[in-house]
């Protein structure tokens, strides 16, 4: 195990071709403010699995940032309550971040301003009780929250998203029109939810491959309003109402 990460540590690496670097799960507990300075082609950094200090962490990011173009930045299974723009501010390039597993429990509402070409955000296995400010991530793509505390959440206006994990948390109602200008949107998962409304316009006119609603307490079946739908998964609710216009729009795309 590394434990330390010294200023020279990559001092023959630096200002040279080095895209790629993985230093998961080495038991780094500390980090130079300046060990990843000059790794200006890294596109690609994981730290993931370390008991590494938090505000070290955060200044030796910033370091690493001037320069670099860096894509990909794995923090996951980190010891990282709060997320703030500083940890992040230095990276516009990212495309996918995970900070899966990291005991998080706020995310600053103006942390995701400082990634606007973020596609991928995997948040999954952490402790947040709400999250704001999505719809300024336009390039979003996959969103990933399952196992967190949310109550509820807004994905509309996010035209490129394809994939939401909302499965595992404390969602109780979805209000109407909760999806719109979300046009891309395939796979909706929220099973394992605490779901006992879901408004009759909740889905309007959404296109939907999969849509998972299992092990809720969901007792009616109503339309939601969607134009196309292949597989709903609904098992494990306590249904005894289907009303009449349920499959609406659904005859012709149920597989």
Avoid at 233 to 242: A, C, E, G, R
């Amino acid at each position: 195990p590394l434990h330390h990460i010294l200023a020279s540590d990559f001092d023959a690496l630096r200002h040279g071709p080095l895209q790629v670097l993985r230093l998961s799960d080495c038991n780094i507990v500390s980090i130079n403010d300046t060990a990843l300075q000059g790794l200006t082609n890294l596109t690609s950094l994981s730290l993931a699995h370390n008991p590494i200090n938090y505000m070290l962490l955060g200044t030796a990011l910033q370091a690493l940032g001037n320069g670099t173009n860096l894509a990909f930045l794995d923090l996951s299974r980190n010891l990282l309550p709060y997320i703030f723009p500083e940890l992040l501010r230095s990276f516009p390039s990212l495309q996918i971040l995970d900070l899966s597993n990291s005991s998080i429990v706020h995310i600053t509402t103006d942390v995701l301003e400082c990634l606007p070409t973020l596609h991928t955000l995997e948040l999954q296995d952490n402790k947040l009780p709400k999250l704001r400010n999505l719809s300024i991530l336009q390039n979003l793509r996959r969103l990933n929250l399952r196992n967190n505390l949310l109550t509820g959440i807004d994905i509309s206006q996010l035209p490129n998203l394809e994939f939401v994990d909302l499965s595992h948390n404390q969602i109780e109602v979805i209000p109407a029109k909760w999806i719109t200008q979300t046009d891309g949107l395939r796979i909706l998962n929220l099973s394992h939810n605490k779901l006992h409304h879901i408004s009759p316009h909740a889905f309007h006119k959404v296109t939907l491959n999969h849509l998972d609603l299992s092990h809720n307490r969901l007792n009616t079946l109503h339309s939601f309003g969607m134009l196309k739908l292949s597989m709903l998964v609904l098992s494990h609710n306590q249904m005894h109402t289907i009303t009449d216009d349920a499959f609406l729009h659904l005859e012709q795309t149920l597989e």
